[in-house]
């Protein structure tokens, strides 16, 4: 990797005076001496999916912390004081990239020297919004197809093994045994689909959450209820109606609702023109004995949801 683009993917700069001195109260309040006695790496990771494959790769040799609480939508999420301490007192901290994080930048811009900051999804090849400028990052759902986790293993491997070269060995020999289980889920998606009549395939979700899962499965993303890739955006009637007129001529079978959204909006559009609504996960698992308590059992859940509504 050259040193350009290794910059880019594993960054480290100063703390600017102002963010410093609004944390280094809650920073010495909040330390963790455990981590310290039992020598393991202190890892943040922002999202309970990048933290889950973290996980898989780190094994028990790191001490893992999670941003964004289960259920947390990362489009709507505001980071606390408290929260702004996790990210200053851990030595590497994992990012979905592709602009997920936008709500952290100014503070991973200027991040301390003794913290390493690392883009799961460096070297995906991100699908961009139609319309987008160039200064669009594209969209960020790159968890939604298992290639792109694969990619995500790779680059934690060589952030943990960057930051911590002991155990290099162990973390490249978990991401190894994990991205197996990847090429199984995926072998498992193609037969699930394969229940599907290729013209069946037609998405609409409540935001552009399966564009990589459609790339890669062969569905066709007819459409959203709130445009482009993030919560925040809101639809004008006018793009409701056509959403509606778009449905009915595509014999849509199903609108796909992820379990954190706002479902008013989707609720009313199924009322008008008689459509079901099939709840699936997005950017948050559930907790681990939940039904989608690992990227694993998120896929496999969302995977049969969407089978068994268009099959």
């Not at 309970?48 to 709507?76: F, K, M, S, W, Y």
């Not at 008008?272 to 559930?286: A, E, P």
């Amino acid at each position: 990797m050259e040193n350009n683009s290794q910059a880019r993917w594993l960054r480290s700069t100063f703390f600017t005076a102002v963010v410093a001195s609004m944390i280094i109260g809650l920073v010495a309040c909040g330390e963790n001496p455990q981590a310290e006695l039992d020598g393991k790496l202190k890892v943040l990771a922002t999202t309970t999916i990048v933290a889950d494959v973290v996980r898989q790769v780190g094994g028990n040799l790191i001490d893992l912390e999670v941003l964004l609480p289960v259920g947390t939508d990362p489009h709507t999420f505001a980071p606390t004081p408290q929260d702004l301490v996790k990210v200053s007192e851990a030595e590497l901290v994992f990012l979905n990239g592709v602009g997920l994080e936008a709500f952290l930048q100014t503070y991973l811009d200027n991040i301390g020297d003794n913290v390493q900051v690392a883009e799961v999804s460096y070297g995906v090849i991100v699908i961009k919004e139609p319309d987008g400028s160039e200064h669009d990052a594209g969209d960020p759902h790159t968890w939604t197809d298992p290639e792109n986790v694969k990619i995500w293993v790779e680059n934690i491997a060589n952030a943990l093994s960057e930051v911590d070269p002991s155990h290099s060995e162990s973390y490249r020999a978990n991401a190894e045994a994990y991205q197996s289980k990847l090429d199984e889920l995926d072998a498992w998606i193609e037969s699930q689909v394969a229940q599907i009549p290729q013209e069946e395939r037609k998405i609409v979700s409540d935001h552009e959450t399966l564009a990589y899962f459609a790339q890669r499965y062969g569905f066709t993303q007819i459409g959203t209820v709130i445009p482009g890739t993030s919560t925040l955006s809101e639809p004008s009637a006018q793009e409701v109606a056509q959403l509606e007129d778009l449905i009915r001529t595509e014999d849509v079978q199903a609108i796909f609702v992820d379990t954190t959204a706002n479902p008013q909006l989707t609720e009313r559009i199924s009322k008008d023109i008689d459509i079901k609504i099939v709840l699936i996960y997005s950017g948050s698992l559930t907790n681990t004995d939940g039904e989608a308590g690992s990227y694993l059992d998120y896929m496999r859940y969302n995977v049969l949801a969407i089978v068994e509504a268009l099959k």
